[in-house]
């Protein structure tokens, strides 16, 4: 299904940064070909609504 995996680490400023000035961008920014792996994901709690979809 996937071919490979693009990760993501909240651990560095400029992601967590990213993610919570523009979740919605953030989130559409992601590869869809490949399994999205975002890690620290608990450091911007009010985007887990954007990765319901």
């Not at 993501?8 to 399994?35: G, H, M, V």
């Not at 792996?37 to 608990?42: L, P």
């Amino acid at each position: 299904m996937f071919k490979k995996s693009y990760y993501a680490s909240f651990d560095k400023p400029f992601k967590l940064t990213s993610a919570k000035n523009n979740t919605e961008q953030f989130i559409n920014n992601l590869p869809s070909d490949k399994l999205d792996i975002i890690d620290e994901v608990q450091l911007a709690k009010g985007n887990f609504s954007y990765l319901k979809i």
